[in-house]
């Protein structure tokens, strides 16, 4: 994929009445991080969970984590998580 998805995904939105709406993946990825650490989980193993099984009850639906999560395709997902290791560590 050439697009860098770190920057915006768009995404059909029920809410939105046809239109697209911009979301970001990684503020996508810290509210989900964040709502499940406050309700108790292991954020890390529930969002690998969810990726490599396409279940979203693996994410909490609270403060809409699990809307949010679903609005991204997974495989964009993992290339946000690949994306950010590489530059963390080999850049």
């Known amino acids: ?49 969810y990726i490599m099984s396409g279940e979203p009850l693996f994410i909490t639906s609270f403060n809409g984590a699990r809307s949010l999560i679903t609005k991204i395709e997974r495989d964009e997902l993992v290339e946000e998580l690949m994306n950010s290791y590489i530059e963390q560590n080999f850049k």
């Open 1 to 49: 994929m050439d697009k860098d998805v770190t920057q915006i995904i768009y995404t059909n939105d029920p809410n939105a009445q046809g239109e697209e709406k911009q979301v970001d993946v990684k503020e996508v990825l810290a509210k989900v991080y964040g709502a499940l650490k406050e309700k108790g989980y292991n954020p890390t193993n529930q969002i690998v969970q």
